[in-house]
């Protein structure tokens, strides 16, 4: 019974360590006015230059807030990989955290000006802002020997 039981310690251990490739955070593109607004003309360009930039990344899923303008920026992406994008609730970020260090491969999160920053600090330990105005910025948390890296790149 000793050596069962080792093995299943090692493994839930291994388990424990395993770690995405890379969560790519960022938030909608441009948006209208409004309660549960759309994207304008200038989002939706965005979101379409945001598949040239994250599609060589090649992600494995795609996650948004129920949120027009959340699911609207990753729509392009999704028609692009034929990945399904699937819905998270930002009002439990510590437990998606977890929940996405607990998968494989690459992830790409679309949030908003809150979430998005409180995020990468909940799957990093780092500390980024994103402005109200601010739609560009793109967050790449990955890890080597179980330290979190922070790459930032622009979706100009």
Known sequence: MKPLFLILIMLTAAAAHALPDRIVLIRHAEKQAGKNPELTQQGQQRAQRLVT????????????????????????????????????DPSALAVFATQLKAQSGTIVVAGHSNTTPELVKLLSGHSVSIREDEFHKVFIVSWEGGKAILEKRHSN
């Open 53 to 88: 930039l994250l599609a060589p990344l090649d992600p494995d899923r795609l996650f948004s807030t129920d949120y027009h303008r959340t699911k609207q920026t990753l729509a392009p992406l999704s028609a692009a990989t034929s990945i399904e994008v699937q819905l998270y």
